[in-house]
């Protein structure tokens, strides 16, 4: 019996309304003659899902503009979701609208870092201001009880304690990385999101960061949602991987394997992207032709098609699903085990 | 607290580095303190009459001269500043109030309250200002509050314009969604996010304006939908004396219109340099 999953996502999906190509008296008159029009479609997320038990940290890897960013919107309760279910322990979170999620006791479990550690804290608040507003909004705390939580917060953090006092642009970019970490994980969450914390640093801060969210992961028993850009630190980092492609997650599976052994073409193609000195660069994978367009997609169409070496007229008649290639490790391609699926 | 103090410091470091804002600011204090001074230390009533001392140039007893009905300008200029420098504080507080809040709120939620509010200020703006603020008065009635009141609807797109495209901005910002994850609903973002990162600019906005309002407010005067005479005011004292530069007594429109100009020169100048002072960045 596997043991209860801390947060289960199931069948999320998430559709942007475009607006309508010309004037709103072209539209009025097309609505006339046609009928109601189909207003276009952007697929962010489409009918993704996938769990994270507690204590594990699962990566999320893609390229850019492939709905990580809007997947984990959707996780943090930042944003509404179309349709699908987030479960956290035993609580269902999409029957409560992201706009009052803030003053519901599930706020303190789901805890962000984001990217760009600079822009995510407010020009006019101290180090310490920032780490206070979590505690004092989601914990009730208030004078020495909330300064002795800021200061254990920054330590835990490698934060000295005399540059609570400054502000963001007064800091180091390694510093304000360390702001936006403790601010996180001051509450105390179950579930950190963490959006390409290290994105923004020089490599040598990057590596310092990187323990010390291990480290943090071990003392406070969280579970992490890894997104990166960066395979090698998602390989060191996560138990377990996601791959993401226009909104689609096309393989899952443990980190190692998922690497050593890329199912889909597009993990391999990732994979292969890296550089390496030791591998020569003949026989690697690499893509070409453009990314298809997430609007209104074809559903019964692969989304990798267009850029895919193994792609067949089969794969413009089915979306392939999500398989089992070995115990674990699923891929979304219809020749990910031996042969094309029946 | 510390924090003021070292405000203070860096507040005296952009006035050193500023001759230009350390002018202004100088000015500043002056017309306040002529504000707040002046009807008790002027040498004569501004509004006492004494016709046989009209119409006397300027000279060591009546610095300024005196006008048709021997009243001392000087004393009469520095008894107005009170009045202006309210009149243009009060209606600036106003549109400061209802224009940077509504404009905040249209910018941050957007959809049917950014509809409403856009509307407003555009309709606000198809008319000639003065015209409207002139109407404004003329119809509500010619009193102190009323002229307070045009001021701050005539500057209401302003305000409006510059808080929501700064909302706007600033909604998709990391520490606002960061902010969110720390528990604070859209009400408080506003106020403790939103409008302290957007002050700067309208405190720029408002110290512009305020020389603007000096202006519409004196210009009300002018042309007799304002205060009422014998008050003392800038724009009283220049729609009486126009009449009597083309007889040589240039003094009697000249002295207020200076002070008018001065004012409104002051506030100007004083925007950039109060842009720098509130200035988190620019903070060191």
Redesign the interface.
Known sequence: MKPEPLLDVAELSKRYALQPSGSPIARAIRRLRHGPEAVPKLHAVDDVSFTIGRGETVGLVGESGCGKSTLV?LI?R?IDGNEGSIRLGASELTHIPA?RF??VDE??K???V???AG???????TASD?IS??LR??RGLSGDALRSKVEEAATRCGLPLELLSR?P??LSGGQRARV?IA??IAVEPELLILDEPTAALDVSVQVVILQLLEKLKVELGMSYLFVSHDLNVVRLLCDRVLVMYLGKIVESGPAREVFANPAHPYTRALVDAVPDAKRPPSGRVRLSGEIASPIDPDPNTCRFVGRCPKAESLCRQAMPRLQPVRPGHQAACHFSSSGPQT | MSTNASALRHARYVLGENPVTAFAFGLFVLIVLAAILGPSVVPYDPLASNTSRALQAPSAQHWFGTDQLGRDIFSRVIVATRLDLFIAIASVALVFMLGGLSGVAAGYFGGWVDKVVMRIADTIMAFPLFVLAMGIVAALGNSVQNIILATAIVNFPLYARVARSEANIRRE???I??????????ARIVLT?IL??IIPILVVQMSLTMGYAILNAAGLSFIGLGVRPPTPEWGIMVAEGAAFMVSGEWWIAFFPGLALMLAVFCFNLLGDGLRDIVD??R??
């Open positions: 919107r943090a930042l706009k803030a003053s706020r303190v789901i805890q962000m984001f990217q760009d822009e995510s804290i407010n020009p006019r608040y920032a507003d979590p909004r989601l502000y642009h007064q936006g601010r996180a | 910002a990391g520490y969604e960061a902010a969110r994850l720390s528990g604070n609903g859209d996010q302290p990162n988190p960045r903070r060191t």
